[in-house]
């Protein structure tokens, strides 16, 4: 019985042996290599090599193009800085981001003009009332305000909700009807 457990200490504990063996020899493998080669300096990037990098004009995607076109748009004195014939495919984009950009403005009006008719209608709403109130048995007069709901105020938040739900089926982005 003691032999047995005896070849099985054994037998569990060379592995480890070997493991420990092998790692010693990977350190050493590992020193040895970095003696030989000496370390390389690691790139340093100036201005001048990015300057090199960029590529020339008229050439790179639509989005270069358009920051460049946006950038240049008081070289050329035209909306958006593109030049008219210069590439369809930039007109085109320069004039769907300024039709959008108007449309977005347009319905941030409308949810304004919107919230200001809801919140005036419930400003007047609120009603000053003397209301009489029993404290420990004693008749207290006290000026209250009271929410009293008006017809103006519930046709005010009907058309507030109209125009959010005209505004869901749109489709557009929902950050356009809310405030800023």
């Not at 019985?1 to 054994?10: E, F, Q, R, S």
């Not at 350190?27 to 090199?52: C, G, I, N, S, V």
């Not at 008006?150 to 005209?166: G, K, M, T, V």
Request: hydrophobic letters at 40%; one cysteine or more.
């Amino acid at each position: 019985m003691k032999d047995g457990c005896l070849v099985v200490l054994l037998l569990l504990s060379a592995p480890a042996l070997a493991r420990a063996q092998g790692l010693g020899d990977a350190a050493a493998r590992e020193r040895q290599k970095r003696q030989q080669a000496p370390p390389t300096p690691a790139k340093a990037f100036t201005d001048a090599d990015l300057a090199r990098s960029k590529p020339p004009e008229g050439e790179g995607d639509a989005a270069e193009g358009t920051a460049a076109g946006a950038a240049e748009a008081g070289k050329t004195g035209e909306p958006g800085g593109v030049k008219p014939g210069s590439d369809p495919a930039l007109d085109a984009l320069e004039r769907e981001r300024q039709g959008r950009k108007l449309q977005e403005a347009e319905w941030r009006v409308r949810f304004a003009n919107a919230r200001e008719e809801l919140a005036q209608a419930e400003a007047a709403c609120w009603h000053e009332v003397v209301r009489t109130e029993f404290y420990q048995g004693i008749p207290v007069q006290m000026k209250v305000k009271e929410f009293v709901e008006s017809e103006d105020f519930r046709q005010a938040r009907q058309a507030l909700a109209d125009l959010e739900e005209q505004f869901r089926r749109t489709g557009l982005p929902p950050g356009w009807a809310r405030e800023k």
